[in-house]
């Protein structure tokens, strides 16, 4: 299973996700999911992947050779995001019906992913690209966008993510999604990775990966859990209670 989350706000963007790609008593996986890929001077991208694994590293290796060979289509000629996510459906379903129809394999090969970024001259963008390969952008009424096991992480940015929310408050929002998550389902686990994109700056101002160990994420579950359970024990008493 797998939990990505990404956030967009005034100043740029935020983008968090897990590591574990399978789960079970005897076999665990882990691999990043979250991929970047820069075009110096004029775009930067993110990219987060859920779904079957053959199916999203297939097309993290394409993006990253069609870069690497100069060719007529990649991620470099793209004019805005709208045509990154294009480009990118194109290649997943390219990909998924290659493993379905040609080897003709009958597992699910469905793919989905999370693209945000900038491109010089356009504002920052968030969209979520689905199996077949069509897109849809976030909305300044819920400006963030789930992949994978979401419920129990959509609280939170429900409560908290607004437009106008810093960078600093969306990416510790983003953390507590994914603690709230791992919470409920042993699926979801660390390495988490996390990204902070500021508006114009075409580069990461801050990338983390955080362990369930590492200082300030163990320092922030504590509080968050300790907060929550503070918050409990002063609701208002029913009027039963007080006679």
């Not at 390219?94 to 504002?123: C, I, M, N, P």
């Not at 789930?146 to 940015?157: A, H, R």
Request: a negative charge.
């Amino acid at each position: 299973m797998t939990y990505c989350v990404a956030i967009a706000v005034d100043k740029g963007l935020v983008f968090a996700s897990d590591s574990r790609t399978n789960a079970g008593v005897d076999h665990i996986s882990v691999y990043p999911k979250m991929n970047t890929f820069e075009i110096p001077g004029r775009a930067y991208f993110v990219l987060c992947s859920a779904g079957n694994l053959a199916t999203t590293q297939a097309v993290v290796k394409a993006i990253q050779r069609d870069l690497d060979h100069e060719v007529s289509e990649s991620l470099a000629t793209c004019r805005d995001m709208s045509d990154a996510a294009r480009y990118i459906g194109t290649l997943s379903v390219r990909h998924r019906l290659y493993y379905q129809k040609e080897l003709e394999q009958k597992a699910t090969f469905d793919a989905s992913f999370l693209l945000g970024g900038q491109v010089r001259g356009e504002s920052p963008d968030l969209m979520m690209i689905y199996p077949e390969g069509n897109y849809i952008t976030y909305s300044p009424y819920s400006p963030y966008m789930q992949l994978g096991e979401t419920k129990y992480g959509k609280p939170i940015l429900d409560r908290v993510i607004k437009c106008a929310t810093s960078l600093e408050d969306a990416a510790k929002c983003a953390l507590v999604s994914l603690d709230s998550t791992m919470r409920s389902n042993l699926s979801v686990a660390p390495p988490i990775d996390l990204l902070i994109l500021e508006k114009d700056a075409f580069e990461p101002a801050h990338r983390w990966q955080l362990k369930l160990n590492s200082p300030y994420y163990a320092s922030l579950r504590k509080r968050w859990g300790e907060g929550l359970l503070d918050l409990f024990n002063n609701l208002p008493a029913f009027d039963w209670e007080k006679e």
